[in-house]
């Protein structure tokens, strides 16, 4: 429905210029519906949570529009105002990056954020907005960190891979199947504190995780995400629980006591740099442990999944042609899985790309607005007042038919070449383009270039070991459940 024109007295550089180019277009009213309070809200809830994909897509049919008012979980009435205005193709959506445009404070989680006991009474770097000085010190602080362990990332995780691939092997022979959730969620952590703590987690000590750092790192996340996800109990129950309350931090405590006294007790080194930033040692290690907890192995918990997922389901050609690529280079390197052997494998980069522009692995960013805007999508403009929430569901951003031919298909060599580099900036898992970089300006992953370095080094390690593998899926707890039925191995290589 059209309702008014484009407003003149507040537009920006970037809106008049949208201004002059809609020439005569109009700005709509944005279509949708919140319902009556309480009702639409649980209304909303319940279809959410009976497939998230069919929400949205119904409700885009239903409006004509891929931009519409919904209500998003949890929602009240104990939780914060769940009014959103959904983003969901590739023209929309980048407001969401648009740090002048919107403001992201607490909003790293959705439309609720978690008790900030959770995070040892500190709100993290990741629900700061950019305006705020500590997310300069703090992102710093973090960039650091990768920084200061550059030289251990490859050979930690190769070392901690090979252990990997040791398990699964033995599993195989021993059970004609071999679960890789549950050991690659050990090795990712024991990777991450090799390399950062100079420690193995289970290493006995006053402060030792012994083999539990996943298991408690698993249950202090779930908590904070119990209300935007389900756990496989009858509806009713998940509804009138995890749905409607947040869970009290004290029902983890002692877990989060024990991850922390790991992280205080052996992220010296990383914990001696926390005052070149202006920040305490304490607040420097509850930050820590969310970068390396939350953020990077909570997000590689999805990731690797789905890379094994989509590899194994493109086939024996794929996997053949992968195995070609990755171990030409690395014998051009002379036998090392370097950086640059890596950056020489443009089949197996393209193909990470793919699994992240399919599989978004944190597919839900928002972002309230700091000035009444003009939104665009293919379709046309909307007017979005100051103070309302905007929300996208990335998926289906980065599958928008408008910009990806076959969006829903795994095609891995669809970033290749020039045409495929150009297509780059529509991959956004990072939370901005691919072809932009995180700032202390921004609010992009922080560890953009080192999430694309692991998931790349995953697979040629992979296929360095392999010529091809058969998995069995099932639906796991957090995303997809992979199990190899076999792993086959070159004759020489
Ligand atoms: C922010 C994704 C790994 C550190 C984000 C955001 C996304 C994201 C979507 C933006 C959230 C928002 O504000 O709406 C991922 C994924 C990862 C991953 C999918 C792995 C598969 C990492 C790693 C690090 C990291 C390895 C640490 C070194 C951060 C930080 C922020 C962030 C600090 C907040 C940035 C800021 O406040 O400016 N990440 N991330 N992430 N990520 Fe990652």
Not at 105 to 115: I, K
Not at 170 to 187: I, Q, T, V
Request: proline share 7%; charged share 25%.
């Amino acid at each position: 429905r059209v309702c008014n024109r484009l407003p003149n007295s507040r537009a920006s550089v970037s809106e008049k210029i949208s201004q002059s180019e809609a020439g005569a277009k109009v700005v709509k009213e944005i279509p949708g519906s919140y319902g009556p309070p309480l009702l639409g809200v649980i209304r909303d809830r319940q279809d959410f949570f009976n497939g998230r994909e069919e929400f949205f897509k119904s409700r885009m049919e239903k409006y004509q529009s891929t931009v519409y008012r919904v209500n998003m979980p949890p929602g009240g009435p104990f939780f914060p105002d769940p009014r959103v205005i959904m983003l969901l193709d590739a023209k929309s959506f980048p407001v969401l990056f648009d740090t002048s445009k919107v403001e992201k404070r607490d909003l790293f989680t959705g439309t609720y954020m978690p008790s900030p006991d959770y995070t040892g009474g500190y709100r993290t770097l990741s629900y700061l907005d950019p305006s705020e000085e500590n997310h300069g010190k703090l992102k710093s602080f973090c960039f650091e960190v990768l920084m200061m362990n550059r030289e251990r990332w490859i050979p930690e995780f190769q070392r901690a891979a090979q252990e990997l691939w040791d398990v699964l092997e033995k599993e195989l022979a021993s059970h004609g199947r071999a679960g890789f959730n549950d050991a690659s969620e050990h090795m990712t952590f024991n990777f991450l504190c090799r390399s950062v703590m100079d420690r193995d987690p289970a290493a006995p000590g006053p402060a030792s995780l012994g083999g539990d750092g996943p298991s408690l790192i698993k249950k202090w996340i779930f908590f904070q995400l119990a209300p935007i996800n389900t756990i496989g109990l009858p509806r009713g129950v998940e509804e009138l629980t995890i749905h409607t309350l947040p869970l009290p931090f004290s029902l983890v405590k002692k877990d989060y006591q024990k991850l922390h006294g790991f992280f205080s007790t052996y992220a010296t080194r990383a914990l001696d740099a926390a005052h070149k930033f202006g920040l305490t040692r304490d607040e420097a290690s509850h930050n820590l442990l969310f970068n390396i907890c939350f953020n990077t192995w909570g997000g590689m918990l999805i990731l690797f999944p789905s890379i094994l997922r989509l590899l194994g389901r493109a086939g024996a050609q794929l996997h053949k042609d992968l195995a070609d690529e990755v171990r030409a280079a690395v014998r051009a390197e002379r036998g090392g899985l370097s950086m640059r052997a890596l950056e020489s494998m443009p089949l197996l980069k393209s193909t990470v790309y793919e699994v992240m522009r399919l599989e978004p692995p944190v597919p839900f960013q928002y972002g309230r607005a700091k000035q009444d805007l003009v939104l665009e999508s293919h379709e046309g403009f909307y007017k979005v007042n100051k103070g309302e929430l905007l929300g996208g569901y990335q998926p289906f951003a980065t599958r928008d038919p408008k910009v990806f031919e076959s969006p829903e298909d795994f095609l891995p060599r669809r970033f290749m070449g020039e045409q495929g580099h150009k297509l780059l900036r529509y991959v956004l898992w990072s939370n901005g383009p691919e072809t932009e970089s995180p700032s202390l300006n921004n609010k992009q992953c922080a560890g953009k270039d080192f999430v694309v370095m692991i998931a790349r080094l995953l697979v040629a390690d992979l296929f360095l070991h392999y010529d091809s593998f058969d998995m069995e899926i099932s639906a796991g707890a957090l995303g997809s459940a992979v199990s190899f039925t076999s792993l086959k191995k070159p004759i020489s290589f």
